[in-house]
Every structure is written in structure tokens, then in C-alpha cells.
């Protein structure tokens, strides 16, 4: 599963973690953040890599700062297709 191009961070992890919590034996709370960290590319997992003893919330509100920080251009993103 990927994050679609114009779909926010937000709704890419609430789509991932519905899909991921369908999964038997059901999900530890602490492998739902590895597991989401590792599906996303690019300066997201670079900034994100460190954080997968957060709470799956907390990475979101990360992921949405990043996010937020590409818009604005503070964050540069050297992996986007421009």
C-alpha cells in the first residue's frame, strides 16, 4: 500500500492502519508505527525512521508537520519527482 499523490499523510495512515488492523493475530499497539514507518518513501521515512517507538498518533502528527513543512518549503524534499 502506497500514499496516492493527492491524498494527505493523515489519510494514507488512517487507510493504512484500517487495512493493517484487519490483520490476524490482531496488531501490538508498537507494531503498528514500525510497520506504517516502513511503507512510506523519501523524506518521510527519513524523518520518520526514528520515531517507531512513538504512538501511531504521534507519527501522525509528525508526518503532518513534514507535510506541512514541504508546503511551506521549509522542508526541502530532494525525492519528489520534480
Not at 493493517?20 to 496488531?27: F, H, Y
Not at 514500525?34 to 501511531?56: A, N, P
Not at 508526518?63 to 519528489?80: H, L, V
Amino acid at each position: 500500500m502506497e500514499q496516492e499523490p493527492e491524498e494527505t499523510f493523515r489519510v494514507y495512515a488512517l487507510r493504512w492502519k484500517n487495512s493493517a488492523s484487519q490483520v490476524e493475530p490482531p496488531l501490538l499497539d508498537y507494531e503498528y508505527g514500525h510497520l506504517f514507518v516502513q511503507t512510506l518513501d523519501g523524506v518521510y521515512y527519513e524523518k520518520l525512521c526514528t520515531s517507531i517507538e512513538r504512538s501511531f498518533s504521534e507519527i501522525i502528527q509528525q508526518g503532518e508537520m513534514i507535510e506541512e513543512g514541504i508546503k511551506t518549503g521549509k522542508i526541502i524534499d530532494p525525492y519528489a519527482p520534480w
